[in-house]
Nanobody, 120 residues
């Protein structure tokens, strides 16, 4: 079994910063791409940023220049540093990871989500 556990969400004023963390644990052989998505009320889930096992990153236009995704492969953890937050960044942020288990099967896992609220 594999689990993704997120932390770091909360309430912040516009212009502030938050750092999200997502740690994977369990029967892990390797982790390929890790990513952060978000879903605001009444809206579709959208990709915020992703990072490959080699460190290549990709950002949504809305996140480019304000958010930074990084990972610590030794800790099976992905981070999202969010700066210059705006009220429109308010959403549940979910961690996503493509994980190869010790049985050598690959599965896409999701975390439970962490709420980020930005007040104006």
């Amino acid at each position: 079994q594999v689990q993704l556990v997120e932390s770091g969400g909360g309430l912040v004023q516009a212009g502030g910063s938050l750092r999200l963390s997502c740690a994977a644990s369990g029967s892990i052989f390797s982790i390929n791409t890790m990513a952060w998505y978000r879903q605001a009320p009444g809206k579709q889930r959208e990709l915020v940023a992703s990072i490959t096992s080699g460190g290549s990153t990709n950002y949504a236009d809305s996140a480019e220049g304000r958010f930074t995704i990084s990972r610590d492969n030794a800790k099976n953890t992905v981070y999202l540093q969010m700066n210059s937050l705006k009220p429109e960044d308010t959403a549940v942020y979910l961690c996503n990871a493509h994980i190869v288990s010790t049985a050598r099967s690959m599965t896409v896992y999701w975390g439970q989500g962490t709420q980020v609220s930005v007040s104006s």
